[in-house]
């Protein structure tokens, strides 16, 4: 009992001059106190639990932050900044909540956790085909406000929608037009960030070996992202869409090993996406694998099916397969939502399902043999069997 007493008279004292010292810095204690949580305050916990999309990052066991601030403006984050500098606390950036490791999220040291829910706002000028994109916004949020202005403009992103653009792009941000476009971050012009002095930088400020770090390399770890400039890629008005599932009585096999070859050099408007999963064969009740070849190709399906029938004739697309639709609605269905959603659906910042998960990205230099690809199978099965 005394330890925990002691521990939280020692909290209380931290929460107590950190408000204090924000204050100091930001000149208006009611405004700013407003935004700050700490675990004596009722909305703590669900302040800090609603954007953690891991579930293994709210257990007991993890460490959580001793302050959160959910800024309004630019000013209470350079607050925060300075005190977490002046207390030896360190700082934790939060935007969507979905990053894999939980380095928004936890540390091993006292920290705070900055936020950027209310950082949000997007600007998009379709005559100049850019945007401004502050962290806060949603992957959803962007594609809604670029479609508001025109629908022959896009952006290489992610295909979750609740993904929030601070991580996304400072991370790289993958896209299933990347064969096209690139990365996320390839088309970022210039970003407004705090540095740990809390002054304020833009890209000529900054300089271009910090700018350059920022789009790739972890924003969180130069500096707290405000927002992004971006410029905007062209797309077609109509695209194509498709989603075939083959299991291993269908040549899953076959088809994977095939695909090697053939995804990095189809045409440029073509990404062929795959998905490999374990599920109960409904010929014998055994294990089988399945493949699920997703594909978003920038073009009609008149001229998707020759490409197909060139460079992939084996998976066996037809025209039955394919979906046109515009750039937009395409997000909708990438992201797994009926044909016929409506757009709004990509302004729900709410995720469905959160779970308890580990991921792990690598990259394969030399394709897979087909007995590899088995092995892998075998792998799959005992994931799922348990």
């Given at each position: 009992m005394k330890t925990a007493s002691t521990s939280l008279a020692a909290s209380l004292h931290i929460h107590e001059d950190f408000l204090q010292c924000l204050s100091s810095h930001h000149h208006n204690l009611t405004s700013i106190s407003s935004v700050v949580y700490t675990p004596t305050n009722s909305s703590y916990s669900s302040v800090l639990q609603s954007p953690v999309q891991n579930l293994r990052f709210l257990s007991a066991a993890v460490p959580k932050p001793q302050i959160i601030v959910t800024p309004l403006d630019e000013s209470e984050i350079q607050a925060t900044v300075c005190c977490a500098k002046e207390h030896g606390i360190e700082v934790r950036v939060r935007s969507g909540g979905h990053d894999y490791e939980g380095l928004s999220s936890i540390s091993e040291f006292p920290f705070v956790i900055i936020d950027m829910r209310n950082f949000r706002s997007i600007t998009v000028n379709a005559e100049e085909s850019t945007a401004w994109v502050q962290v806060g916004a949603s992957l959803g949020e962007l594609y809604y406000r670029i479609a508001e202005k025109s629908r022959t403009l896009g952006f290489p992103a992610g295909t979750c929608p609740t993904v929030g653009a601070g991580g996304h792009f400072s991370g790289?941000?993958?896209?299933?037009?990347?064969?096209?476009?690139?990365?996320?971050?390839?088309?970022?012009?210039?970003?407004?960030?705090?540095?740990?002095?809390?002054?304020?930088?833009?890209?000529?400020?900054?300089?271009?070996?910090?700018?350059?770090?920022?789009?790739?390399?972890?924003?969180?770890?130069?500096?707290?992202?405000?927002?992004?400039?971006?410029?905007?890629?062209?797309?077609?008005?109509?695209?194509?869409?498709?989603?075939?599932?083959?299991?291993?009585?269908?040549?899953?096999?076959?088809?994977?090993?095939?695909?090697?070859?053939?995804?990095?050099?189809?045409?440029?408007?073509?990404?062929?996406?795959?998905?490999?999963?374990?599920?109960?064969?409904?010929?014998?009740?055994?294990?089988?694998?399945?493949?699920?070849?997703?594909?978003?190709f920038l073009g009609g399906v008149d001229t998707l099916l020759p490409l197909m029938q060139e460079s992939f004739p084996e998976l066996g697309l037809v025209k039955e397969d394919c979906i046109e639709m515009s750039w937009v609605e395409s997000n909708l269905y990438l992201a797994g939502f009926r044909n016929g959603e409506p757009l709004e659906v990509l302004l729900n910042r709410a995720v469905l399902r959160k779970a308890y998960y580990k991921g792990k990205s690598d990259y394969v230099r030399e394709a897979i043999s087909v007995d590899g690809l088995e092995g892998l199978w075998e792998l799959l099965h005992e994931e799922e069997m348990g």
């Open positions: 790289g941000g993958y896209s299933m037009m990347s064969r096209k476009y690139g990365m996320a971050a390839d088309h970022v012009i210039d970003a407004r960030l705090v540095d740990a002095s809390g002054r304020i930088l833009d890209r000529q400020s900054m300089g271009e070996d910090l700018f350059w770090a920022i789009r790739g390399g972890g924003g969180a770890s130069f500096g707290v992202i405000l927002a992004w400039k971006i410029n905007l890629v062209p797309v077609p008005e109509k695209v194509t869409v498709f989603n075939l599932n083959r299991t291993s009585e269908q040549n899953a096999t076959a088809l994977v090993h095939r695909w090697q070859y053939v995804a990095d050099k189809i045409d440029d408007n073509l990404l062929i996406r795959l998905f490999m999963s374990s599920l109960n064969s409904n010929q014998d009740g055994k294990r089988t694998v399945q493949a699920s070849f997703t594909s978003l």
